[in-house]
């Protein structure tokens, strides 16, 4: 699977500050579904104060063509290496309601003005 990855999220004063903002800033309107298969959706996110972010995720159902998906996506709104720009990882070893017959899946938060 290509869209999963590994990778610890970057923790610096910025990063932090970012997750704060994030937790704390009121969406402004409700999340915008840019992709969403039978194992991954991305949706953007609007919160007062911060550019547009985007919650990505992935379940151990995803697809080839869901992950083609996410990435046309991502392109789509000028964020080719979206995995430079994660600044938060969720595992969730539980099924998602989303996906039929997943038994977990992993939240990421992408932030496109954050680089590592």
């Known amino acids: 699977m290509t869209l999963s990855l590994e990778l610890a999220p970057v923790q610096s004063r910025l990063i932090q500050g970012l997750l704060d903002a994030i937790d704390n800033a009121p969406i402004h309107e409700a999340p ?9 959706m991305l949706c953007k996110v609007v919160a007062a104060g911060l550019a547009p972010y985007f919650h990505l995720v992935v379940s151990d159902q995803v697809t080839p063509a869901c992950e083609q998906d996410i990435e046309d996506a991502f392109r789509e709104e000028g964020v080719d290496r979206w995995r430079n720009c994660v600044v938060e990882i969720l595992h969730m070893p539980h099924p998602n309601f ?7 899946s992993t939240l990421y938060v992408i932030h496109p003005e954050v680089s590592r």
Do not use: D, M
């Open 32 to 40: 915008a579904y840019l992709a969403f298969g039978v194992g991954a």
């Open 98 to 104: 989303h996906f039929k017959g997943s038994t977990q």
